[in-house]
């Protein structure tokens, strides 16, 4: 009894074994499901434009074929032939250069004059005379250098907006007065007003001078 029981037991388990190995081998294959988004065509092959689709109301542009191009070719210089931009710029310089074109008084007062400026000689019956002298342009520092008869007066006069000088008493003949340009100041030229007064009160002579630096400027008092 106890054999037949041990191999039903064993026949069972038999059966078990061949029916779990069997369920592994059919296994159950799933279709799949074409989405309807799926895409058949090639992805990384564009597709064809449509060139009459209209994109948010808004058709494309089409070339028109009665464009009317200039025949003559658009210059910034006007009517004007340059071989090069440097002749424009050379002939538009000389141009404007022409109105600042200035007489040889004119550079003087801009830029000094460069000779000995003279400015006369004067009789008179004085003792002596006040000589005077101030910078008649903006103050910006001109110094002169005052001789008489060649001999040096003052070294250095630091000239003001206001009159400013020395008494000189006349010698017989000619008293020669130079005002030296030590400089043209902060702006230039050496710029100064002068006056010789007599001891009377009488105006012998006055003038101004506009000078380069180490140029000087004369005036010749002659005694009676």
């Avoid at 019956?125 to 040096?152: C, E, M």
């Amino acid at each position: 009894m106890r054999l037949y029981f041990s191999f039903f037991i064993l026949f069972v388990f038999s059966l078990s074994t061949y029916a779990q190995i069997d369920v592994k081998k059919k296994s159950i294959a799933i279709p799949a499901v074409k989405s309807k988004d799926s895409v058949d065509a090639n992805p990384f092959l564009p597709s064809k434009p449509d060139n009459n689709t209209p994109i948010d109301n808004i058709n494309t542009p089409r070339v028109s074929n009665n464009l009317n191009i200039p025949q003559k070719e658009f210059s910034m210089f006007g009517g004007e032939k340059f071989g090069n931009p440097g002749e424009l710029y050379e002939d538009r310089l000389n141009k404007s250069l022409d109105h600042l074109k200035l007489s040889q008084e004119e550079l003087e007062l801009k830029n000094g004059s460069t000779t000995d400026q003279y400015f006369g000689d004067f009789k008179s019956k004085a003792k002596f005379v006040n000589v005077v002298y101030r910078d008649h342009g903006y103050v910006d520092g001109d110094i002169i250098q005052v001789l008489v008869n060649d001999d040096i007066i003052h070294a250095r006069v630091y000239l003001t907006g206001g009159f400013k000088g020395f008494k000189l008493d006349l010698q017989p003949g000619f008293n020669k007065i130079d005002f030296l340009a030590l400089n043209q100041g902060e702006s230039g030229p050496n710029t100064a007003e002068f006056k010789v007064v007599d001891d009377q009160g009488n105006l012998v002579s006055s003038n101004r001078w506009n000078l380069a630096t180490g140029v000087k400027a004369t005036v010749i008092i002659v005694k009676e």
